[in-house]
């Protein structure tokens, strides 16, 4: 079955929205990022991912470590191809790395890594934190080319962008053709010998209709799941998403 990452990037932001220049030794600091990991993987959760950015607009260095220490299963590290964020990547030890773009405009990543721009410093990045045993996925669009370059840098993983999936939803015309490029680029992701991961945008909507195109490894999904934890909590946010996806194929 399709395993379920979940991304708490947006716990952090809301934590920082309040909490960004407070002494955290002298106030109850909230919400608590460890909290919502542990409630993610009580409800499921085969993964926790949080993306530590250049700006360090929401995840801390601190939390990257404390969720290495505190939770039971595997931490996936999103980040950009920076030399400050690799070296925290190489003493935190993470599971998983994902290396992204990153835009100091954008709310939350917008579009894959493009590795023919990009191609020497992902390279570099990758056989880095590979030798440190560090398992190394890129996120990129869904396009051939960029899975190829993927495998050629030395990826394990791909994780593809579903974002112009999840825009065009309303669309039925242009939600075949995105699903028809996500499934080109899963297959040829496949017979390269990639693992191959989705996300961006993937909610309780449009999470059935993307896995009965590919049967992904993994979905790496967020602000869906957080925006349901504000009603119903985080475990069961979780727990809903995980039946959504037990649920394909039966």
């Known amino acids: 079955m399709t395993k379920l990452g979940v991304n708490i990037d947006h716990c952090a932001t809301l934590r920082q929205a309040r909490y960004r220049f407070s002494d955290a030794e002298k106030v109850v600091v909230e919400p608590d990022i460890m909290e919502a990991a542990r409630l993610a993987e009580s409800g499921g959760a ?6 530590l ?9 601190s939390d990257m470590f404390a969720l290495r220490r505190g939770i ?23 599971d998983y790395v994902c290396l992204v773009p990153e835009n100091r405009q954008e709310v939350t990543t917008e579009g894959g890594l493009d590795l023919r721009a990009n191609e020497a410093k992902a390279e570099s990045a990758v ?16 396009d051939i080319s960029q899975v190829e370059l993927a495998r050629k840098i030395g990826a394990n993983t791909v994780e593809l962008h579903t974002g112009a999936y999840a825009n065009a939803w309303r669309n039925p015309s242009e939600r075949a053709v995105q699903l028809g490029r996500l499934k080109a680029a899963a297959e040829r992701a496949a017979e390269l010998g990639l693992t191959v991961n989705s996300g961006h945008g993937i909610n309780y909507e449009n999470v059935c209709q993307l896995l009965e195109t590919f049967a992904f490894d993994e979905l790496n999904i967020g602000h869906t799941i957080v925006s349901k934890a504000l009603s119903v909590g985080m475990k069961a946010a979780v727990e809903e998403m995980k039946r959504l996806i037990a649920g394909v194929g039966k």
């Open 53 to 61: 950015r250049e700006d360090r607009r929401h995840m801390q260095d």
């Open 46 to 51: 085969d993964s926790i991912t949080a993306h």
């Open 72 to 94: 039971s299963g595997k931490l996936n590290m999103e980040m950009a191809c920076n030399e400050d964020v690799i070296s925290v990547a190489l003493k935190v030890l993470p």
């Open 127 to 142: 056989a880095r934190l590979s030798a440190a045993g560090i398992r190394c996925s890129m996120f990129i669009d869904p």
